[in-house]
């Protein structure tokens, strides 16, 4: 049984403000809840999971505390349309650092504003083994539900940085920045990558004059039919496919 004001607690979570208040944040589903039980155990505070879930994950659970509820209790506190078996409430990375970006390849992103093409991106950066993402500050909130959701759990492997990217972009020295943009040189007839920022601005403005400035190379998707734009998400896949 899910005390009421427990139940009102996690509720308050799906707002930014009580987040940052509390310093937590939410996760739902097998799958993320399971990435940060892996990856982010000493960071999981609670889980709230239907019997079903418990029983199939018992091992995984280990000490972690885990209170069992009902279905209808779950539909009270979850933030998804549709409720599935488990959520945990989650410490924020207090770990969070600024980066080192010799050696590797970092993100960095302007104004993405789209909290499931945020999570998207985190997720992607995950695949093509980018561990770290510089986010402008009025980029969306990595710990906003959809965000979370948008990630599938690789929000527990990416340090994601929120800074004023301008004055971090001008302290990057002796390292490439490359724009993604509309023109520039084609990303297919690039050589593989071993260090560099990738900059990638909102679908809908681009990269801020304001951090173009400090791009060493513009770089570009190949266009071959009529579409406009890309999305940021798909665009910064395109681009990790090719440059890694």
Request: hydrophobic share 40%; net charge positive; glycine share 6%.
């Amino acid at each position: 049984m899910l005390a009421k004001s427990k139940l009102k607690y996690i509720q308050t979570l799906g707002q930014k403000k009580f987040r940052q208040k509390e310093r937590r944040f939410i996760a739902e589903g097998p799958k993320i809840v399971a990435e940060l039980l892996k990856a982010r155990r000493e960071n999981i505070s609670e889980i709230f999971a239907v019997p079903q879930w418990i029983k199939e994950n018992r091992q995984l659970i280990l000490q972690t505390p885990c209170i069992e509820i009902s279905g209808q209790e779950l539909e009270k506190i979850s933030q998804l349309s549709t409720p599935n078996q488990v959520l945990a409430v989650v410490k924020q990375f207090d770990d969070v650092r600024p980066l080192n970006v010799k050696g590797k390849i970092t993100l960095a992103l302007d104004a993405i504003r789209d909290p499931g093409n945020l999570g998207t991106i985190i997720r992607i950066a995950d695949w093509f083994g980018v561990e770290q993402i510089v986010c402008s500050n009025d980029s969306a909130e990595v710990y906003n539900p959809k965000t979370v959701q948008a990630t599938m759990g690789s929000i527990a492997r990416i340090n994601i940085y929120y800074t004023n990217l301008e004055d971090w972009l001008a302290d990057q020295k002796d390292i490439h920045i490359y724009a993604a943009m509309l023109e520039g040189q084609d990303i297919t007839s690039m050589n593989k990558l071993n260090e560099g920022i990738i900059l990638t601005g909102n679908e809908s403005s681009g990269i801020s004059p304001a951090l173009l400035q400090w791009a060493n190379v513009k770089i570009t998707i190949p266009k071959k039919g009529n579409a406009e734009s890309l999305n940021a998400a798909v665009a910064t896949g395109i681009i990790l496919s090719h440059i890694t």
